[in-house]
């Protein structure tokens, strides 16, 4: 029964092998070679050596390893006796060896270790020799031995720091919760190592649903097109941009990115950042984009609407002749006005056809999404999708309102949305989407450590969590690098990983027949992926 085990704490432990040390030193005995008894006496062993040596008494010691087998009898188990080489060549007859373990049950290891020394060293056998246990439990004694020193007489059924095989994981959670909290996801249980889980993600169909194309700009397009339309920028080098790329929150990097918009200046330039964009996550095997663009970033510095949206369209279009599909979504700078929202709007009427959504971005902090409510709602009116960012740095209450005032059909990060749980539950019932960057959020110090990414509490809690890039020019990696970066962090099983790739495609703005389609692409690959 559960109940009738006791179970001994590393730090109980650690204290009564000191106390065992103190018993051994107390005596007089003065070991020349100090034996654990591979594996409970090992720790055990490690403790008394330690202590005899802070009290001046130096001894050789080793583990060696018993182990039972059914003898030919089928009857009484024979004990095996491994490792013995070292302490054949180094006793002598008057040499003090202590045999240490951490239980003295039946005493069969311990007989048989002796035995089989004996015939080994044959005159070399030391004549002193003691044993040493923390528990002893008389009752269970089949052999002539008795243990010299122990701390503790017990019957029970002990349950030692290190041991979790035959526990259940109710007794573990009960008894070891901070073993628990590790035990909880066994490593790498379907991979076989790091490499082969980022070969799995590397062809694993997905969508991309959080990707803003002007923080695609890798530095050497910078460079490149600072040249060819004659904008000068305060950086000597590549290398020196990249240097650049450190920052301690959002408004750090917003301000460099929009200094590097500057270089973005014709439909070629437009076409040719997407372009590039498209190339390199057809190569992540991404089947699916949701693209935001930001317009206010480039109409207010003299940039026209067409020219921006021109270029981004054509790309698309070049990419969805070879089978990559996609949705535009034109951004809101918040940090804006809604006026200038809604002349944005007006700006866009147009290019209806093109525009799928709009959505809600820039510095988040002070200005809440219910600055937008009469934008958005004209948005929908005009038949376009919403999104808008929330939770980034914001507070769980900018996401309540992205759903409560706006009526966002997606959530853009949503991390801080874990601190409430009945927000969690909420969007967990409506099966809203959160398009989660992890290497954005490390970067920009939403999280301090990869290893602490909420990712792993969304997928817990039943979110529709996807996995994006955001700004890959900016946070060092693409879709699939952010895929390994917090697998490799929180360990994510195969299923949790396809369960990302699904929700990419189930929170998009695709139909149902082609989400049907890539779902069925994503079973596909993982059938033969074995
Ligand atoms: N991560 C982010 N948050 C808010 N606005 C952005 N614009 C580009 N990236 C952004
Ligand atoms: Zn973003």
Not at 306 to 334: E, H, P
Request: glycine share 6%; net charge negative; hydrophobic share 45%.
């Amino acid at each position: 029964m559960a109940d009738d085990k006791v179970y001994i704490s590393a730090n109980e432990l650690l204290a009564d092998s000191f106390r065992l040390g103190n018993m051994v030193l107390e005596s007089g005995f003065a070991p020349t070679h100090l034996v654990g008894i591979w594996r409970g006496g090992a720790p055990v062993g490690i403790a008394v050596q330690e202590l005899l040596e802070y009290h001046g008494v130096v001894c050789d010691h080793i583990a060696v390893r018993t182990s039972s087998y059914s003898g030919i009898d089928q009857q009484t188990p024979e004990v095996r006796v491994f490792a013995l080489g070292y302490l054949i060549d180094t006793l002598g007859p008057d040499d003090r060896l202590l045999v240490i373990d951490d239980v003295f049950d039946s005493g069969r290891s311990i007989e048989a270790f002796l035995r089989e020394l004996a015939l080994r060293c044959r005159h070399n056998m030391p004549r002193g020799v003691r044993i040493a246990t923390v528990y002893y439990k008389p009752t269970r004694n089949r052999t002539a031995l008795k243990p010299d020193f122990f701390v503790h007489q017990s019957d029970a059924w002990l349950v030692f720091p290190h041991e979790v095989n035959g526990l259940t994981l109710d007794e573990i959670r009960r008894h070891k919760p901070e073993a628990a909290a590790i035990l909880q996801r066994a490593p790498m249980t379907d991979f076989a190592s790091a490499v082969d889980r980022a070969d799995f993600i590397a062809g694993l169909p997905k969508a991309e649903l959080h990707l803003h194309i002007e923080g695609s700009l890798e530095p050497e397009m910078l460079f490149a097109l600072a040249k060819r339309n004659a904008v000068a920028i305060p950086f000597e080098s590549v290398e020196a941009v990249r240097a650049a790329y450190e920052f301690s929150n959002l408004q750090d990097f917003l301000d460099i990115y929009y200094q590097g918009m500057s270089v973005l200046q014709t439909e070629q330039d437009f076409f040719d950042l997407t372009a590039a964009y498209l190339a390199r996550a057809e190569a992540d095997a991404v089947r699916h984009v949701e693209i935001f663009f930001d317009p206010q970033g480039h109409t207010e510095r003299g940039v026209a609407f067409a020219v921006v949206i021109g270029g981004i369209a054509r790309a698309l279009d070049a990419a969805r002749a070879r089978g990559v599909t996609s949705r535009l979504i034109m951004c809101f700078l918040r940090h804006l006005d809604e006026a200038a929202a809604e002349a944005t709007l007006d700006e866009a009427l147009p290019y209806l056809a093109v525009i799928d959504g709009v959505g809600l971005d820039s510095s988040e902090v002070g200005h809440p999404p219910a600055k937008f409510a009469r934008v958005f709602a004209r948005a929908r009116a005009l038949g376009l999708k919403l999104v808008a960012h929330a939770g980034e740095e914001g507070p769980p209450a900018y996401v309540h309102e992205a759903l409560d005032v706006l009526g966002v059909d997606r959530i853009d990060h949503g991390n801080r949305a874990l601190e409430d749980a009945a927000l969690v539950a909420r969007l967990a019932t409506g099966g809203m989407c959160l398009t989660v960057c992890p290497l954005s959020n490390h970067k920009l110090c939403v999280v301090d450590d990869l290893a602490a990414h909420p990712l792993r509490r969304m997928l817990d809690a039943g979110l529709v969590a996807t996995v994006n890039s955001d700004d890959p020019a900016y946070f060092g990696g693409y879709v699939n690098a952010n895929f390994v970066a917090v697998a490799d962090a929180l360990d994510l099983r195969r299923d949790e990983i396809v369960a990302l790739a699904r929700n990419s495609f189930a929170g998009s703005f695709l139909g149902e027949t082609d989400k049907a389609r890539h779902l069925a692409a994503i079973d596909a690959y993982v059938a033969q992926a074995g």
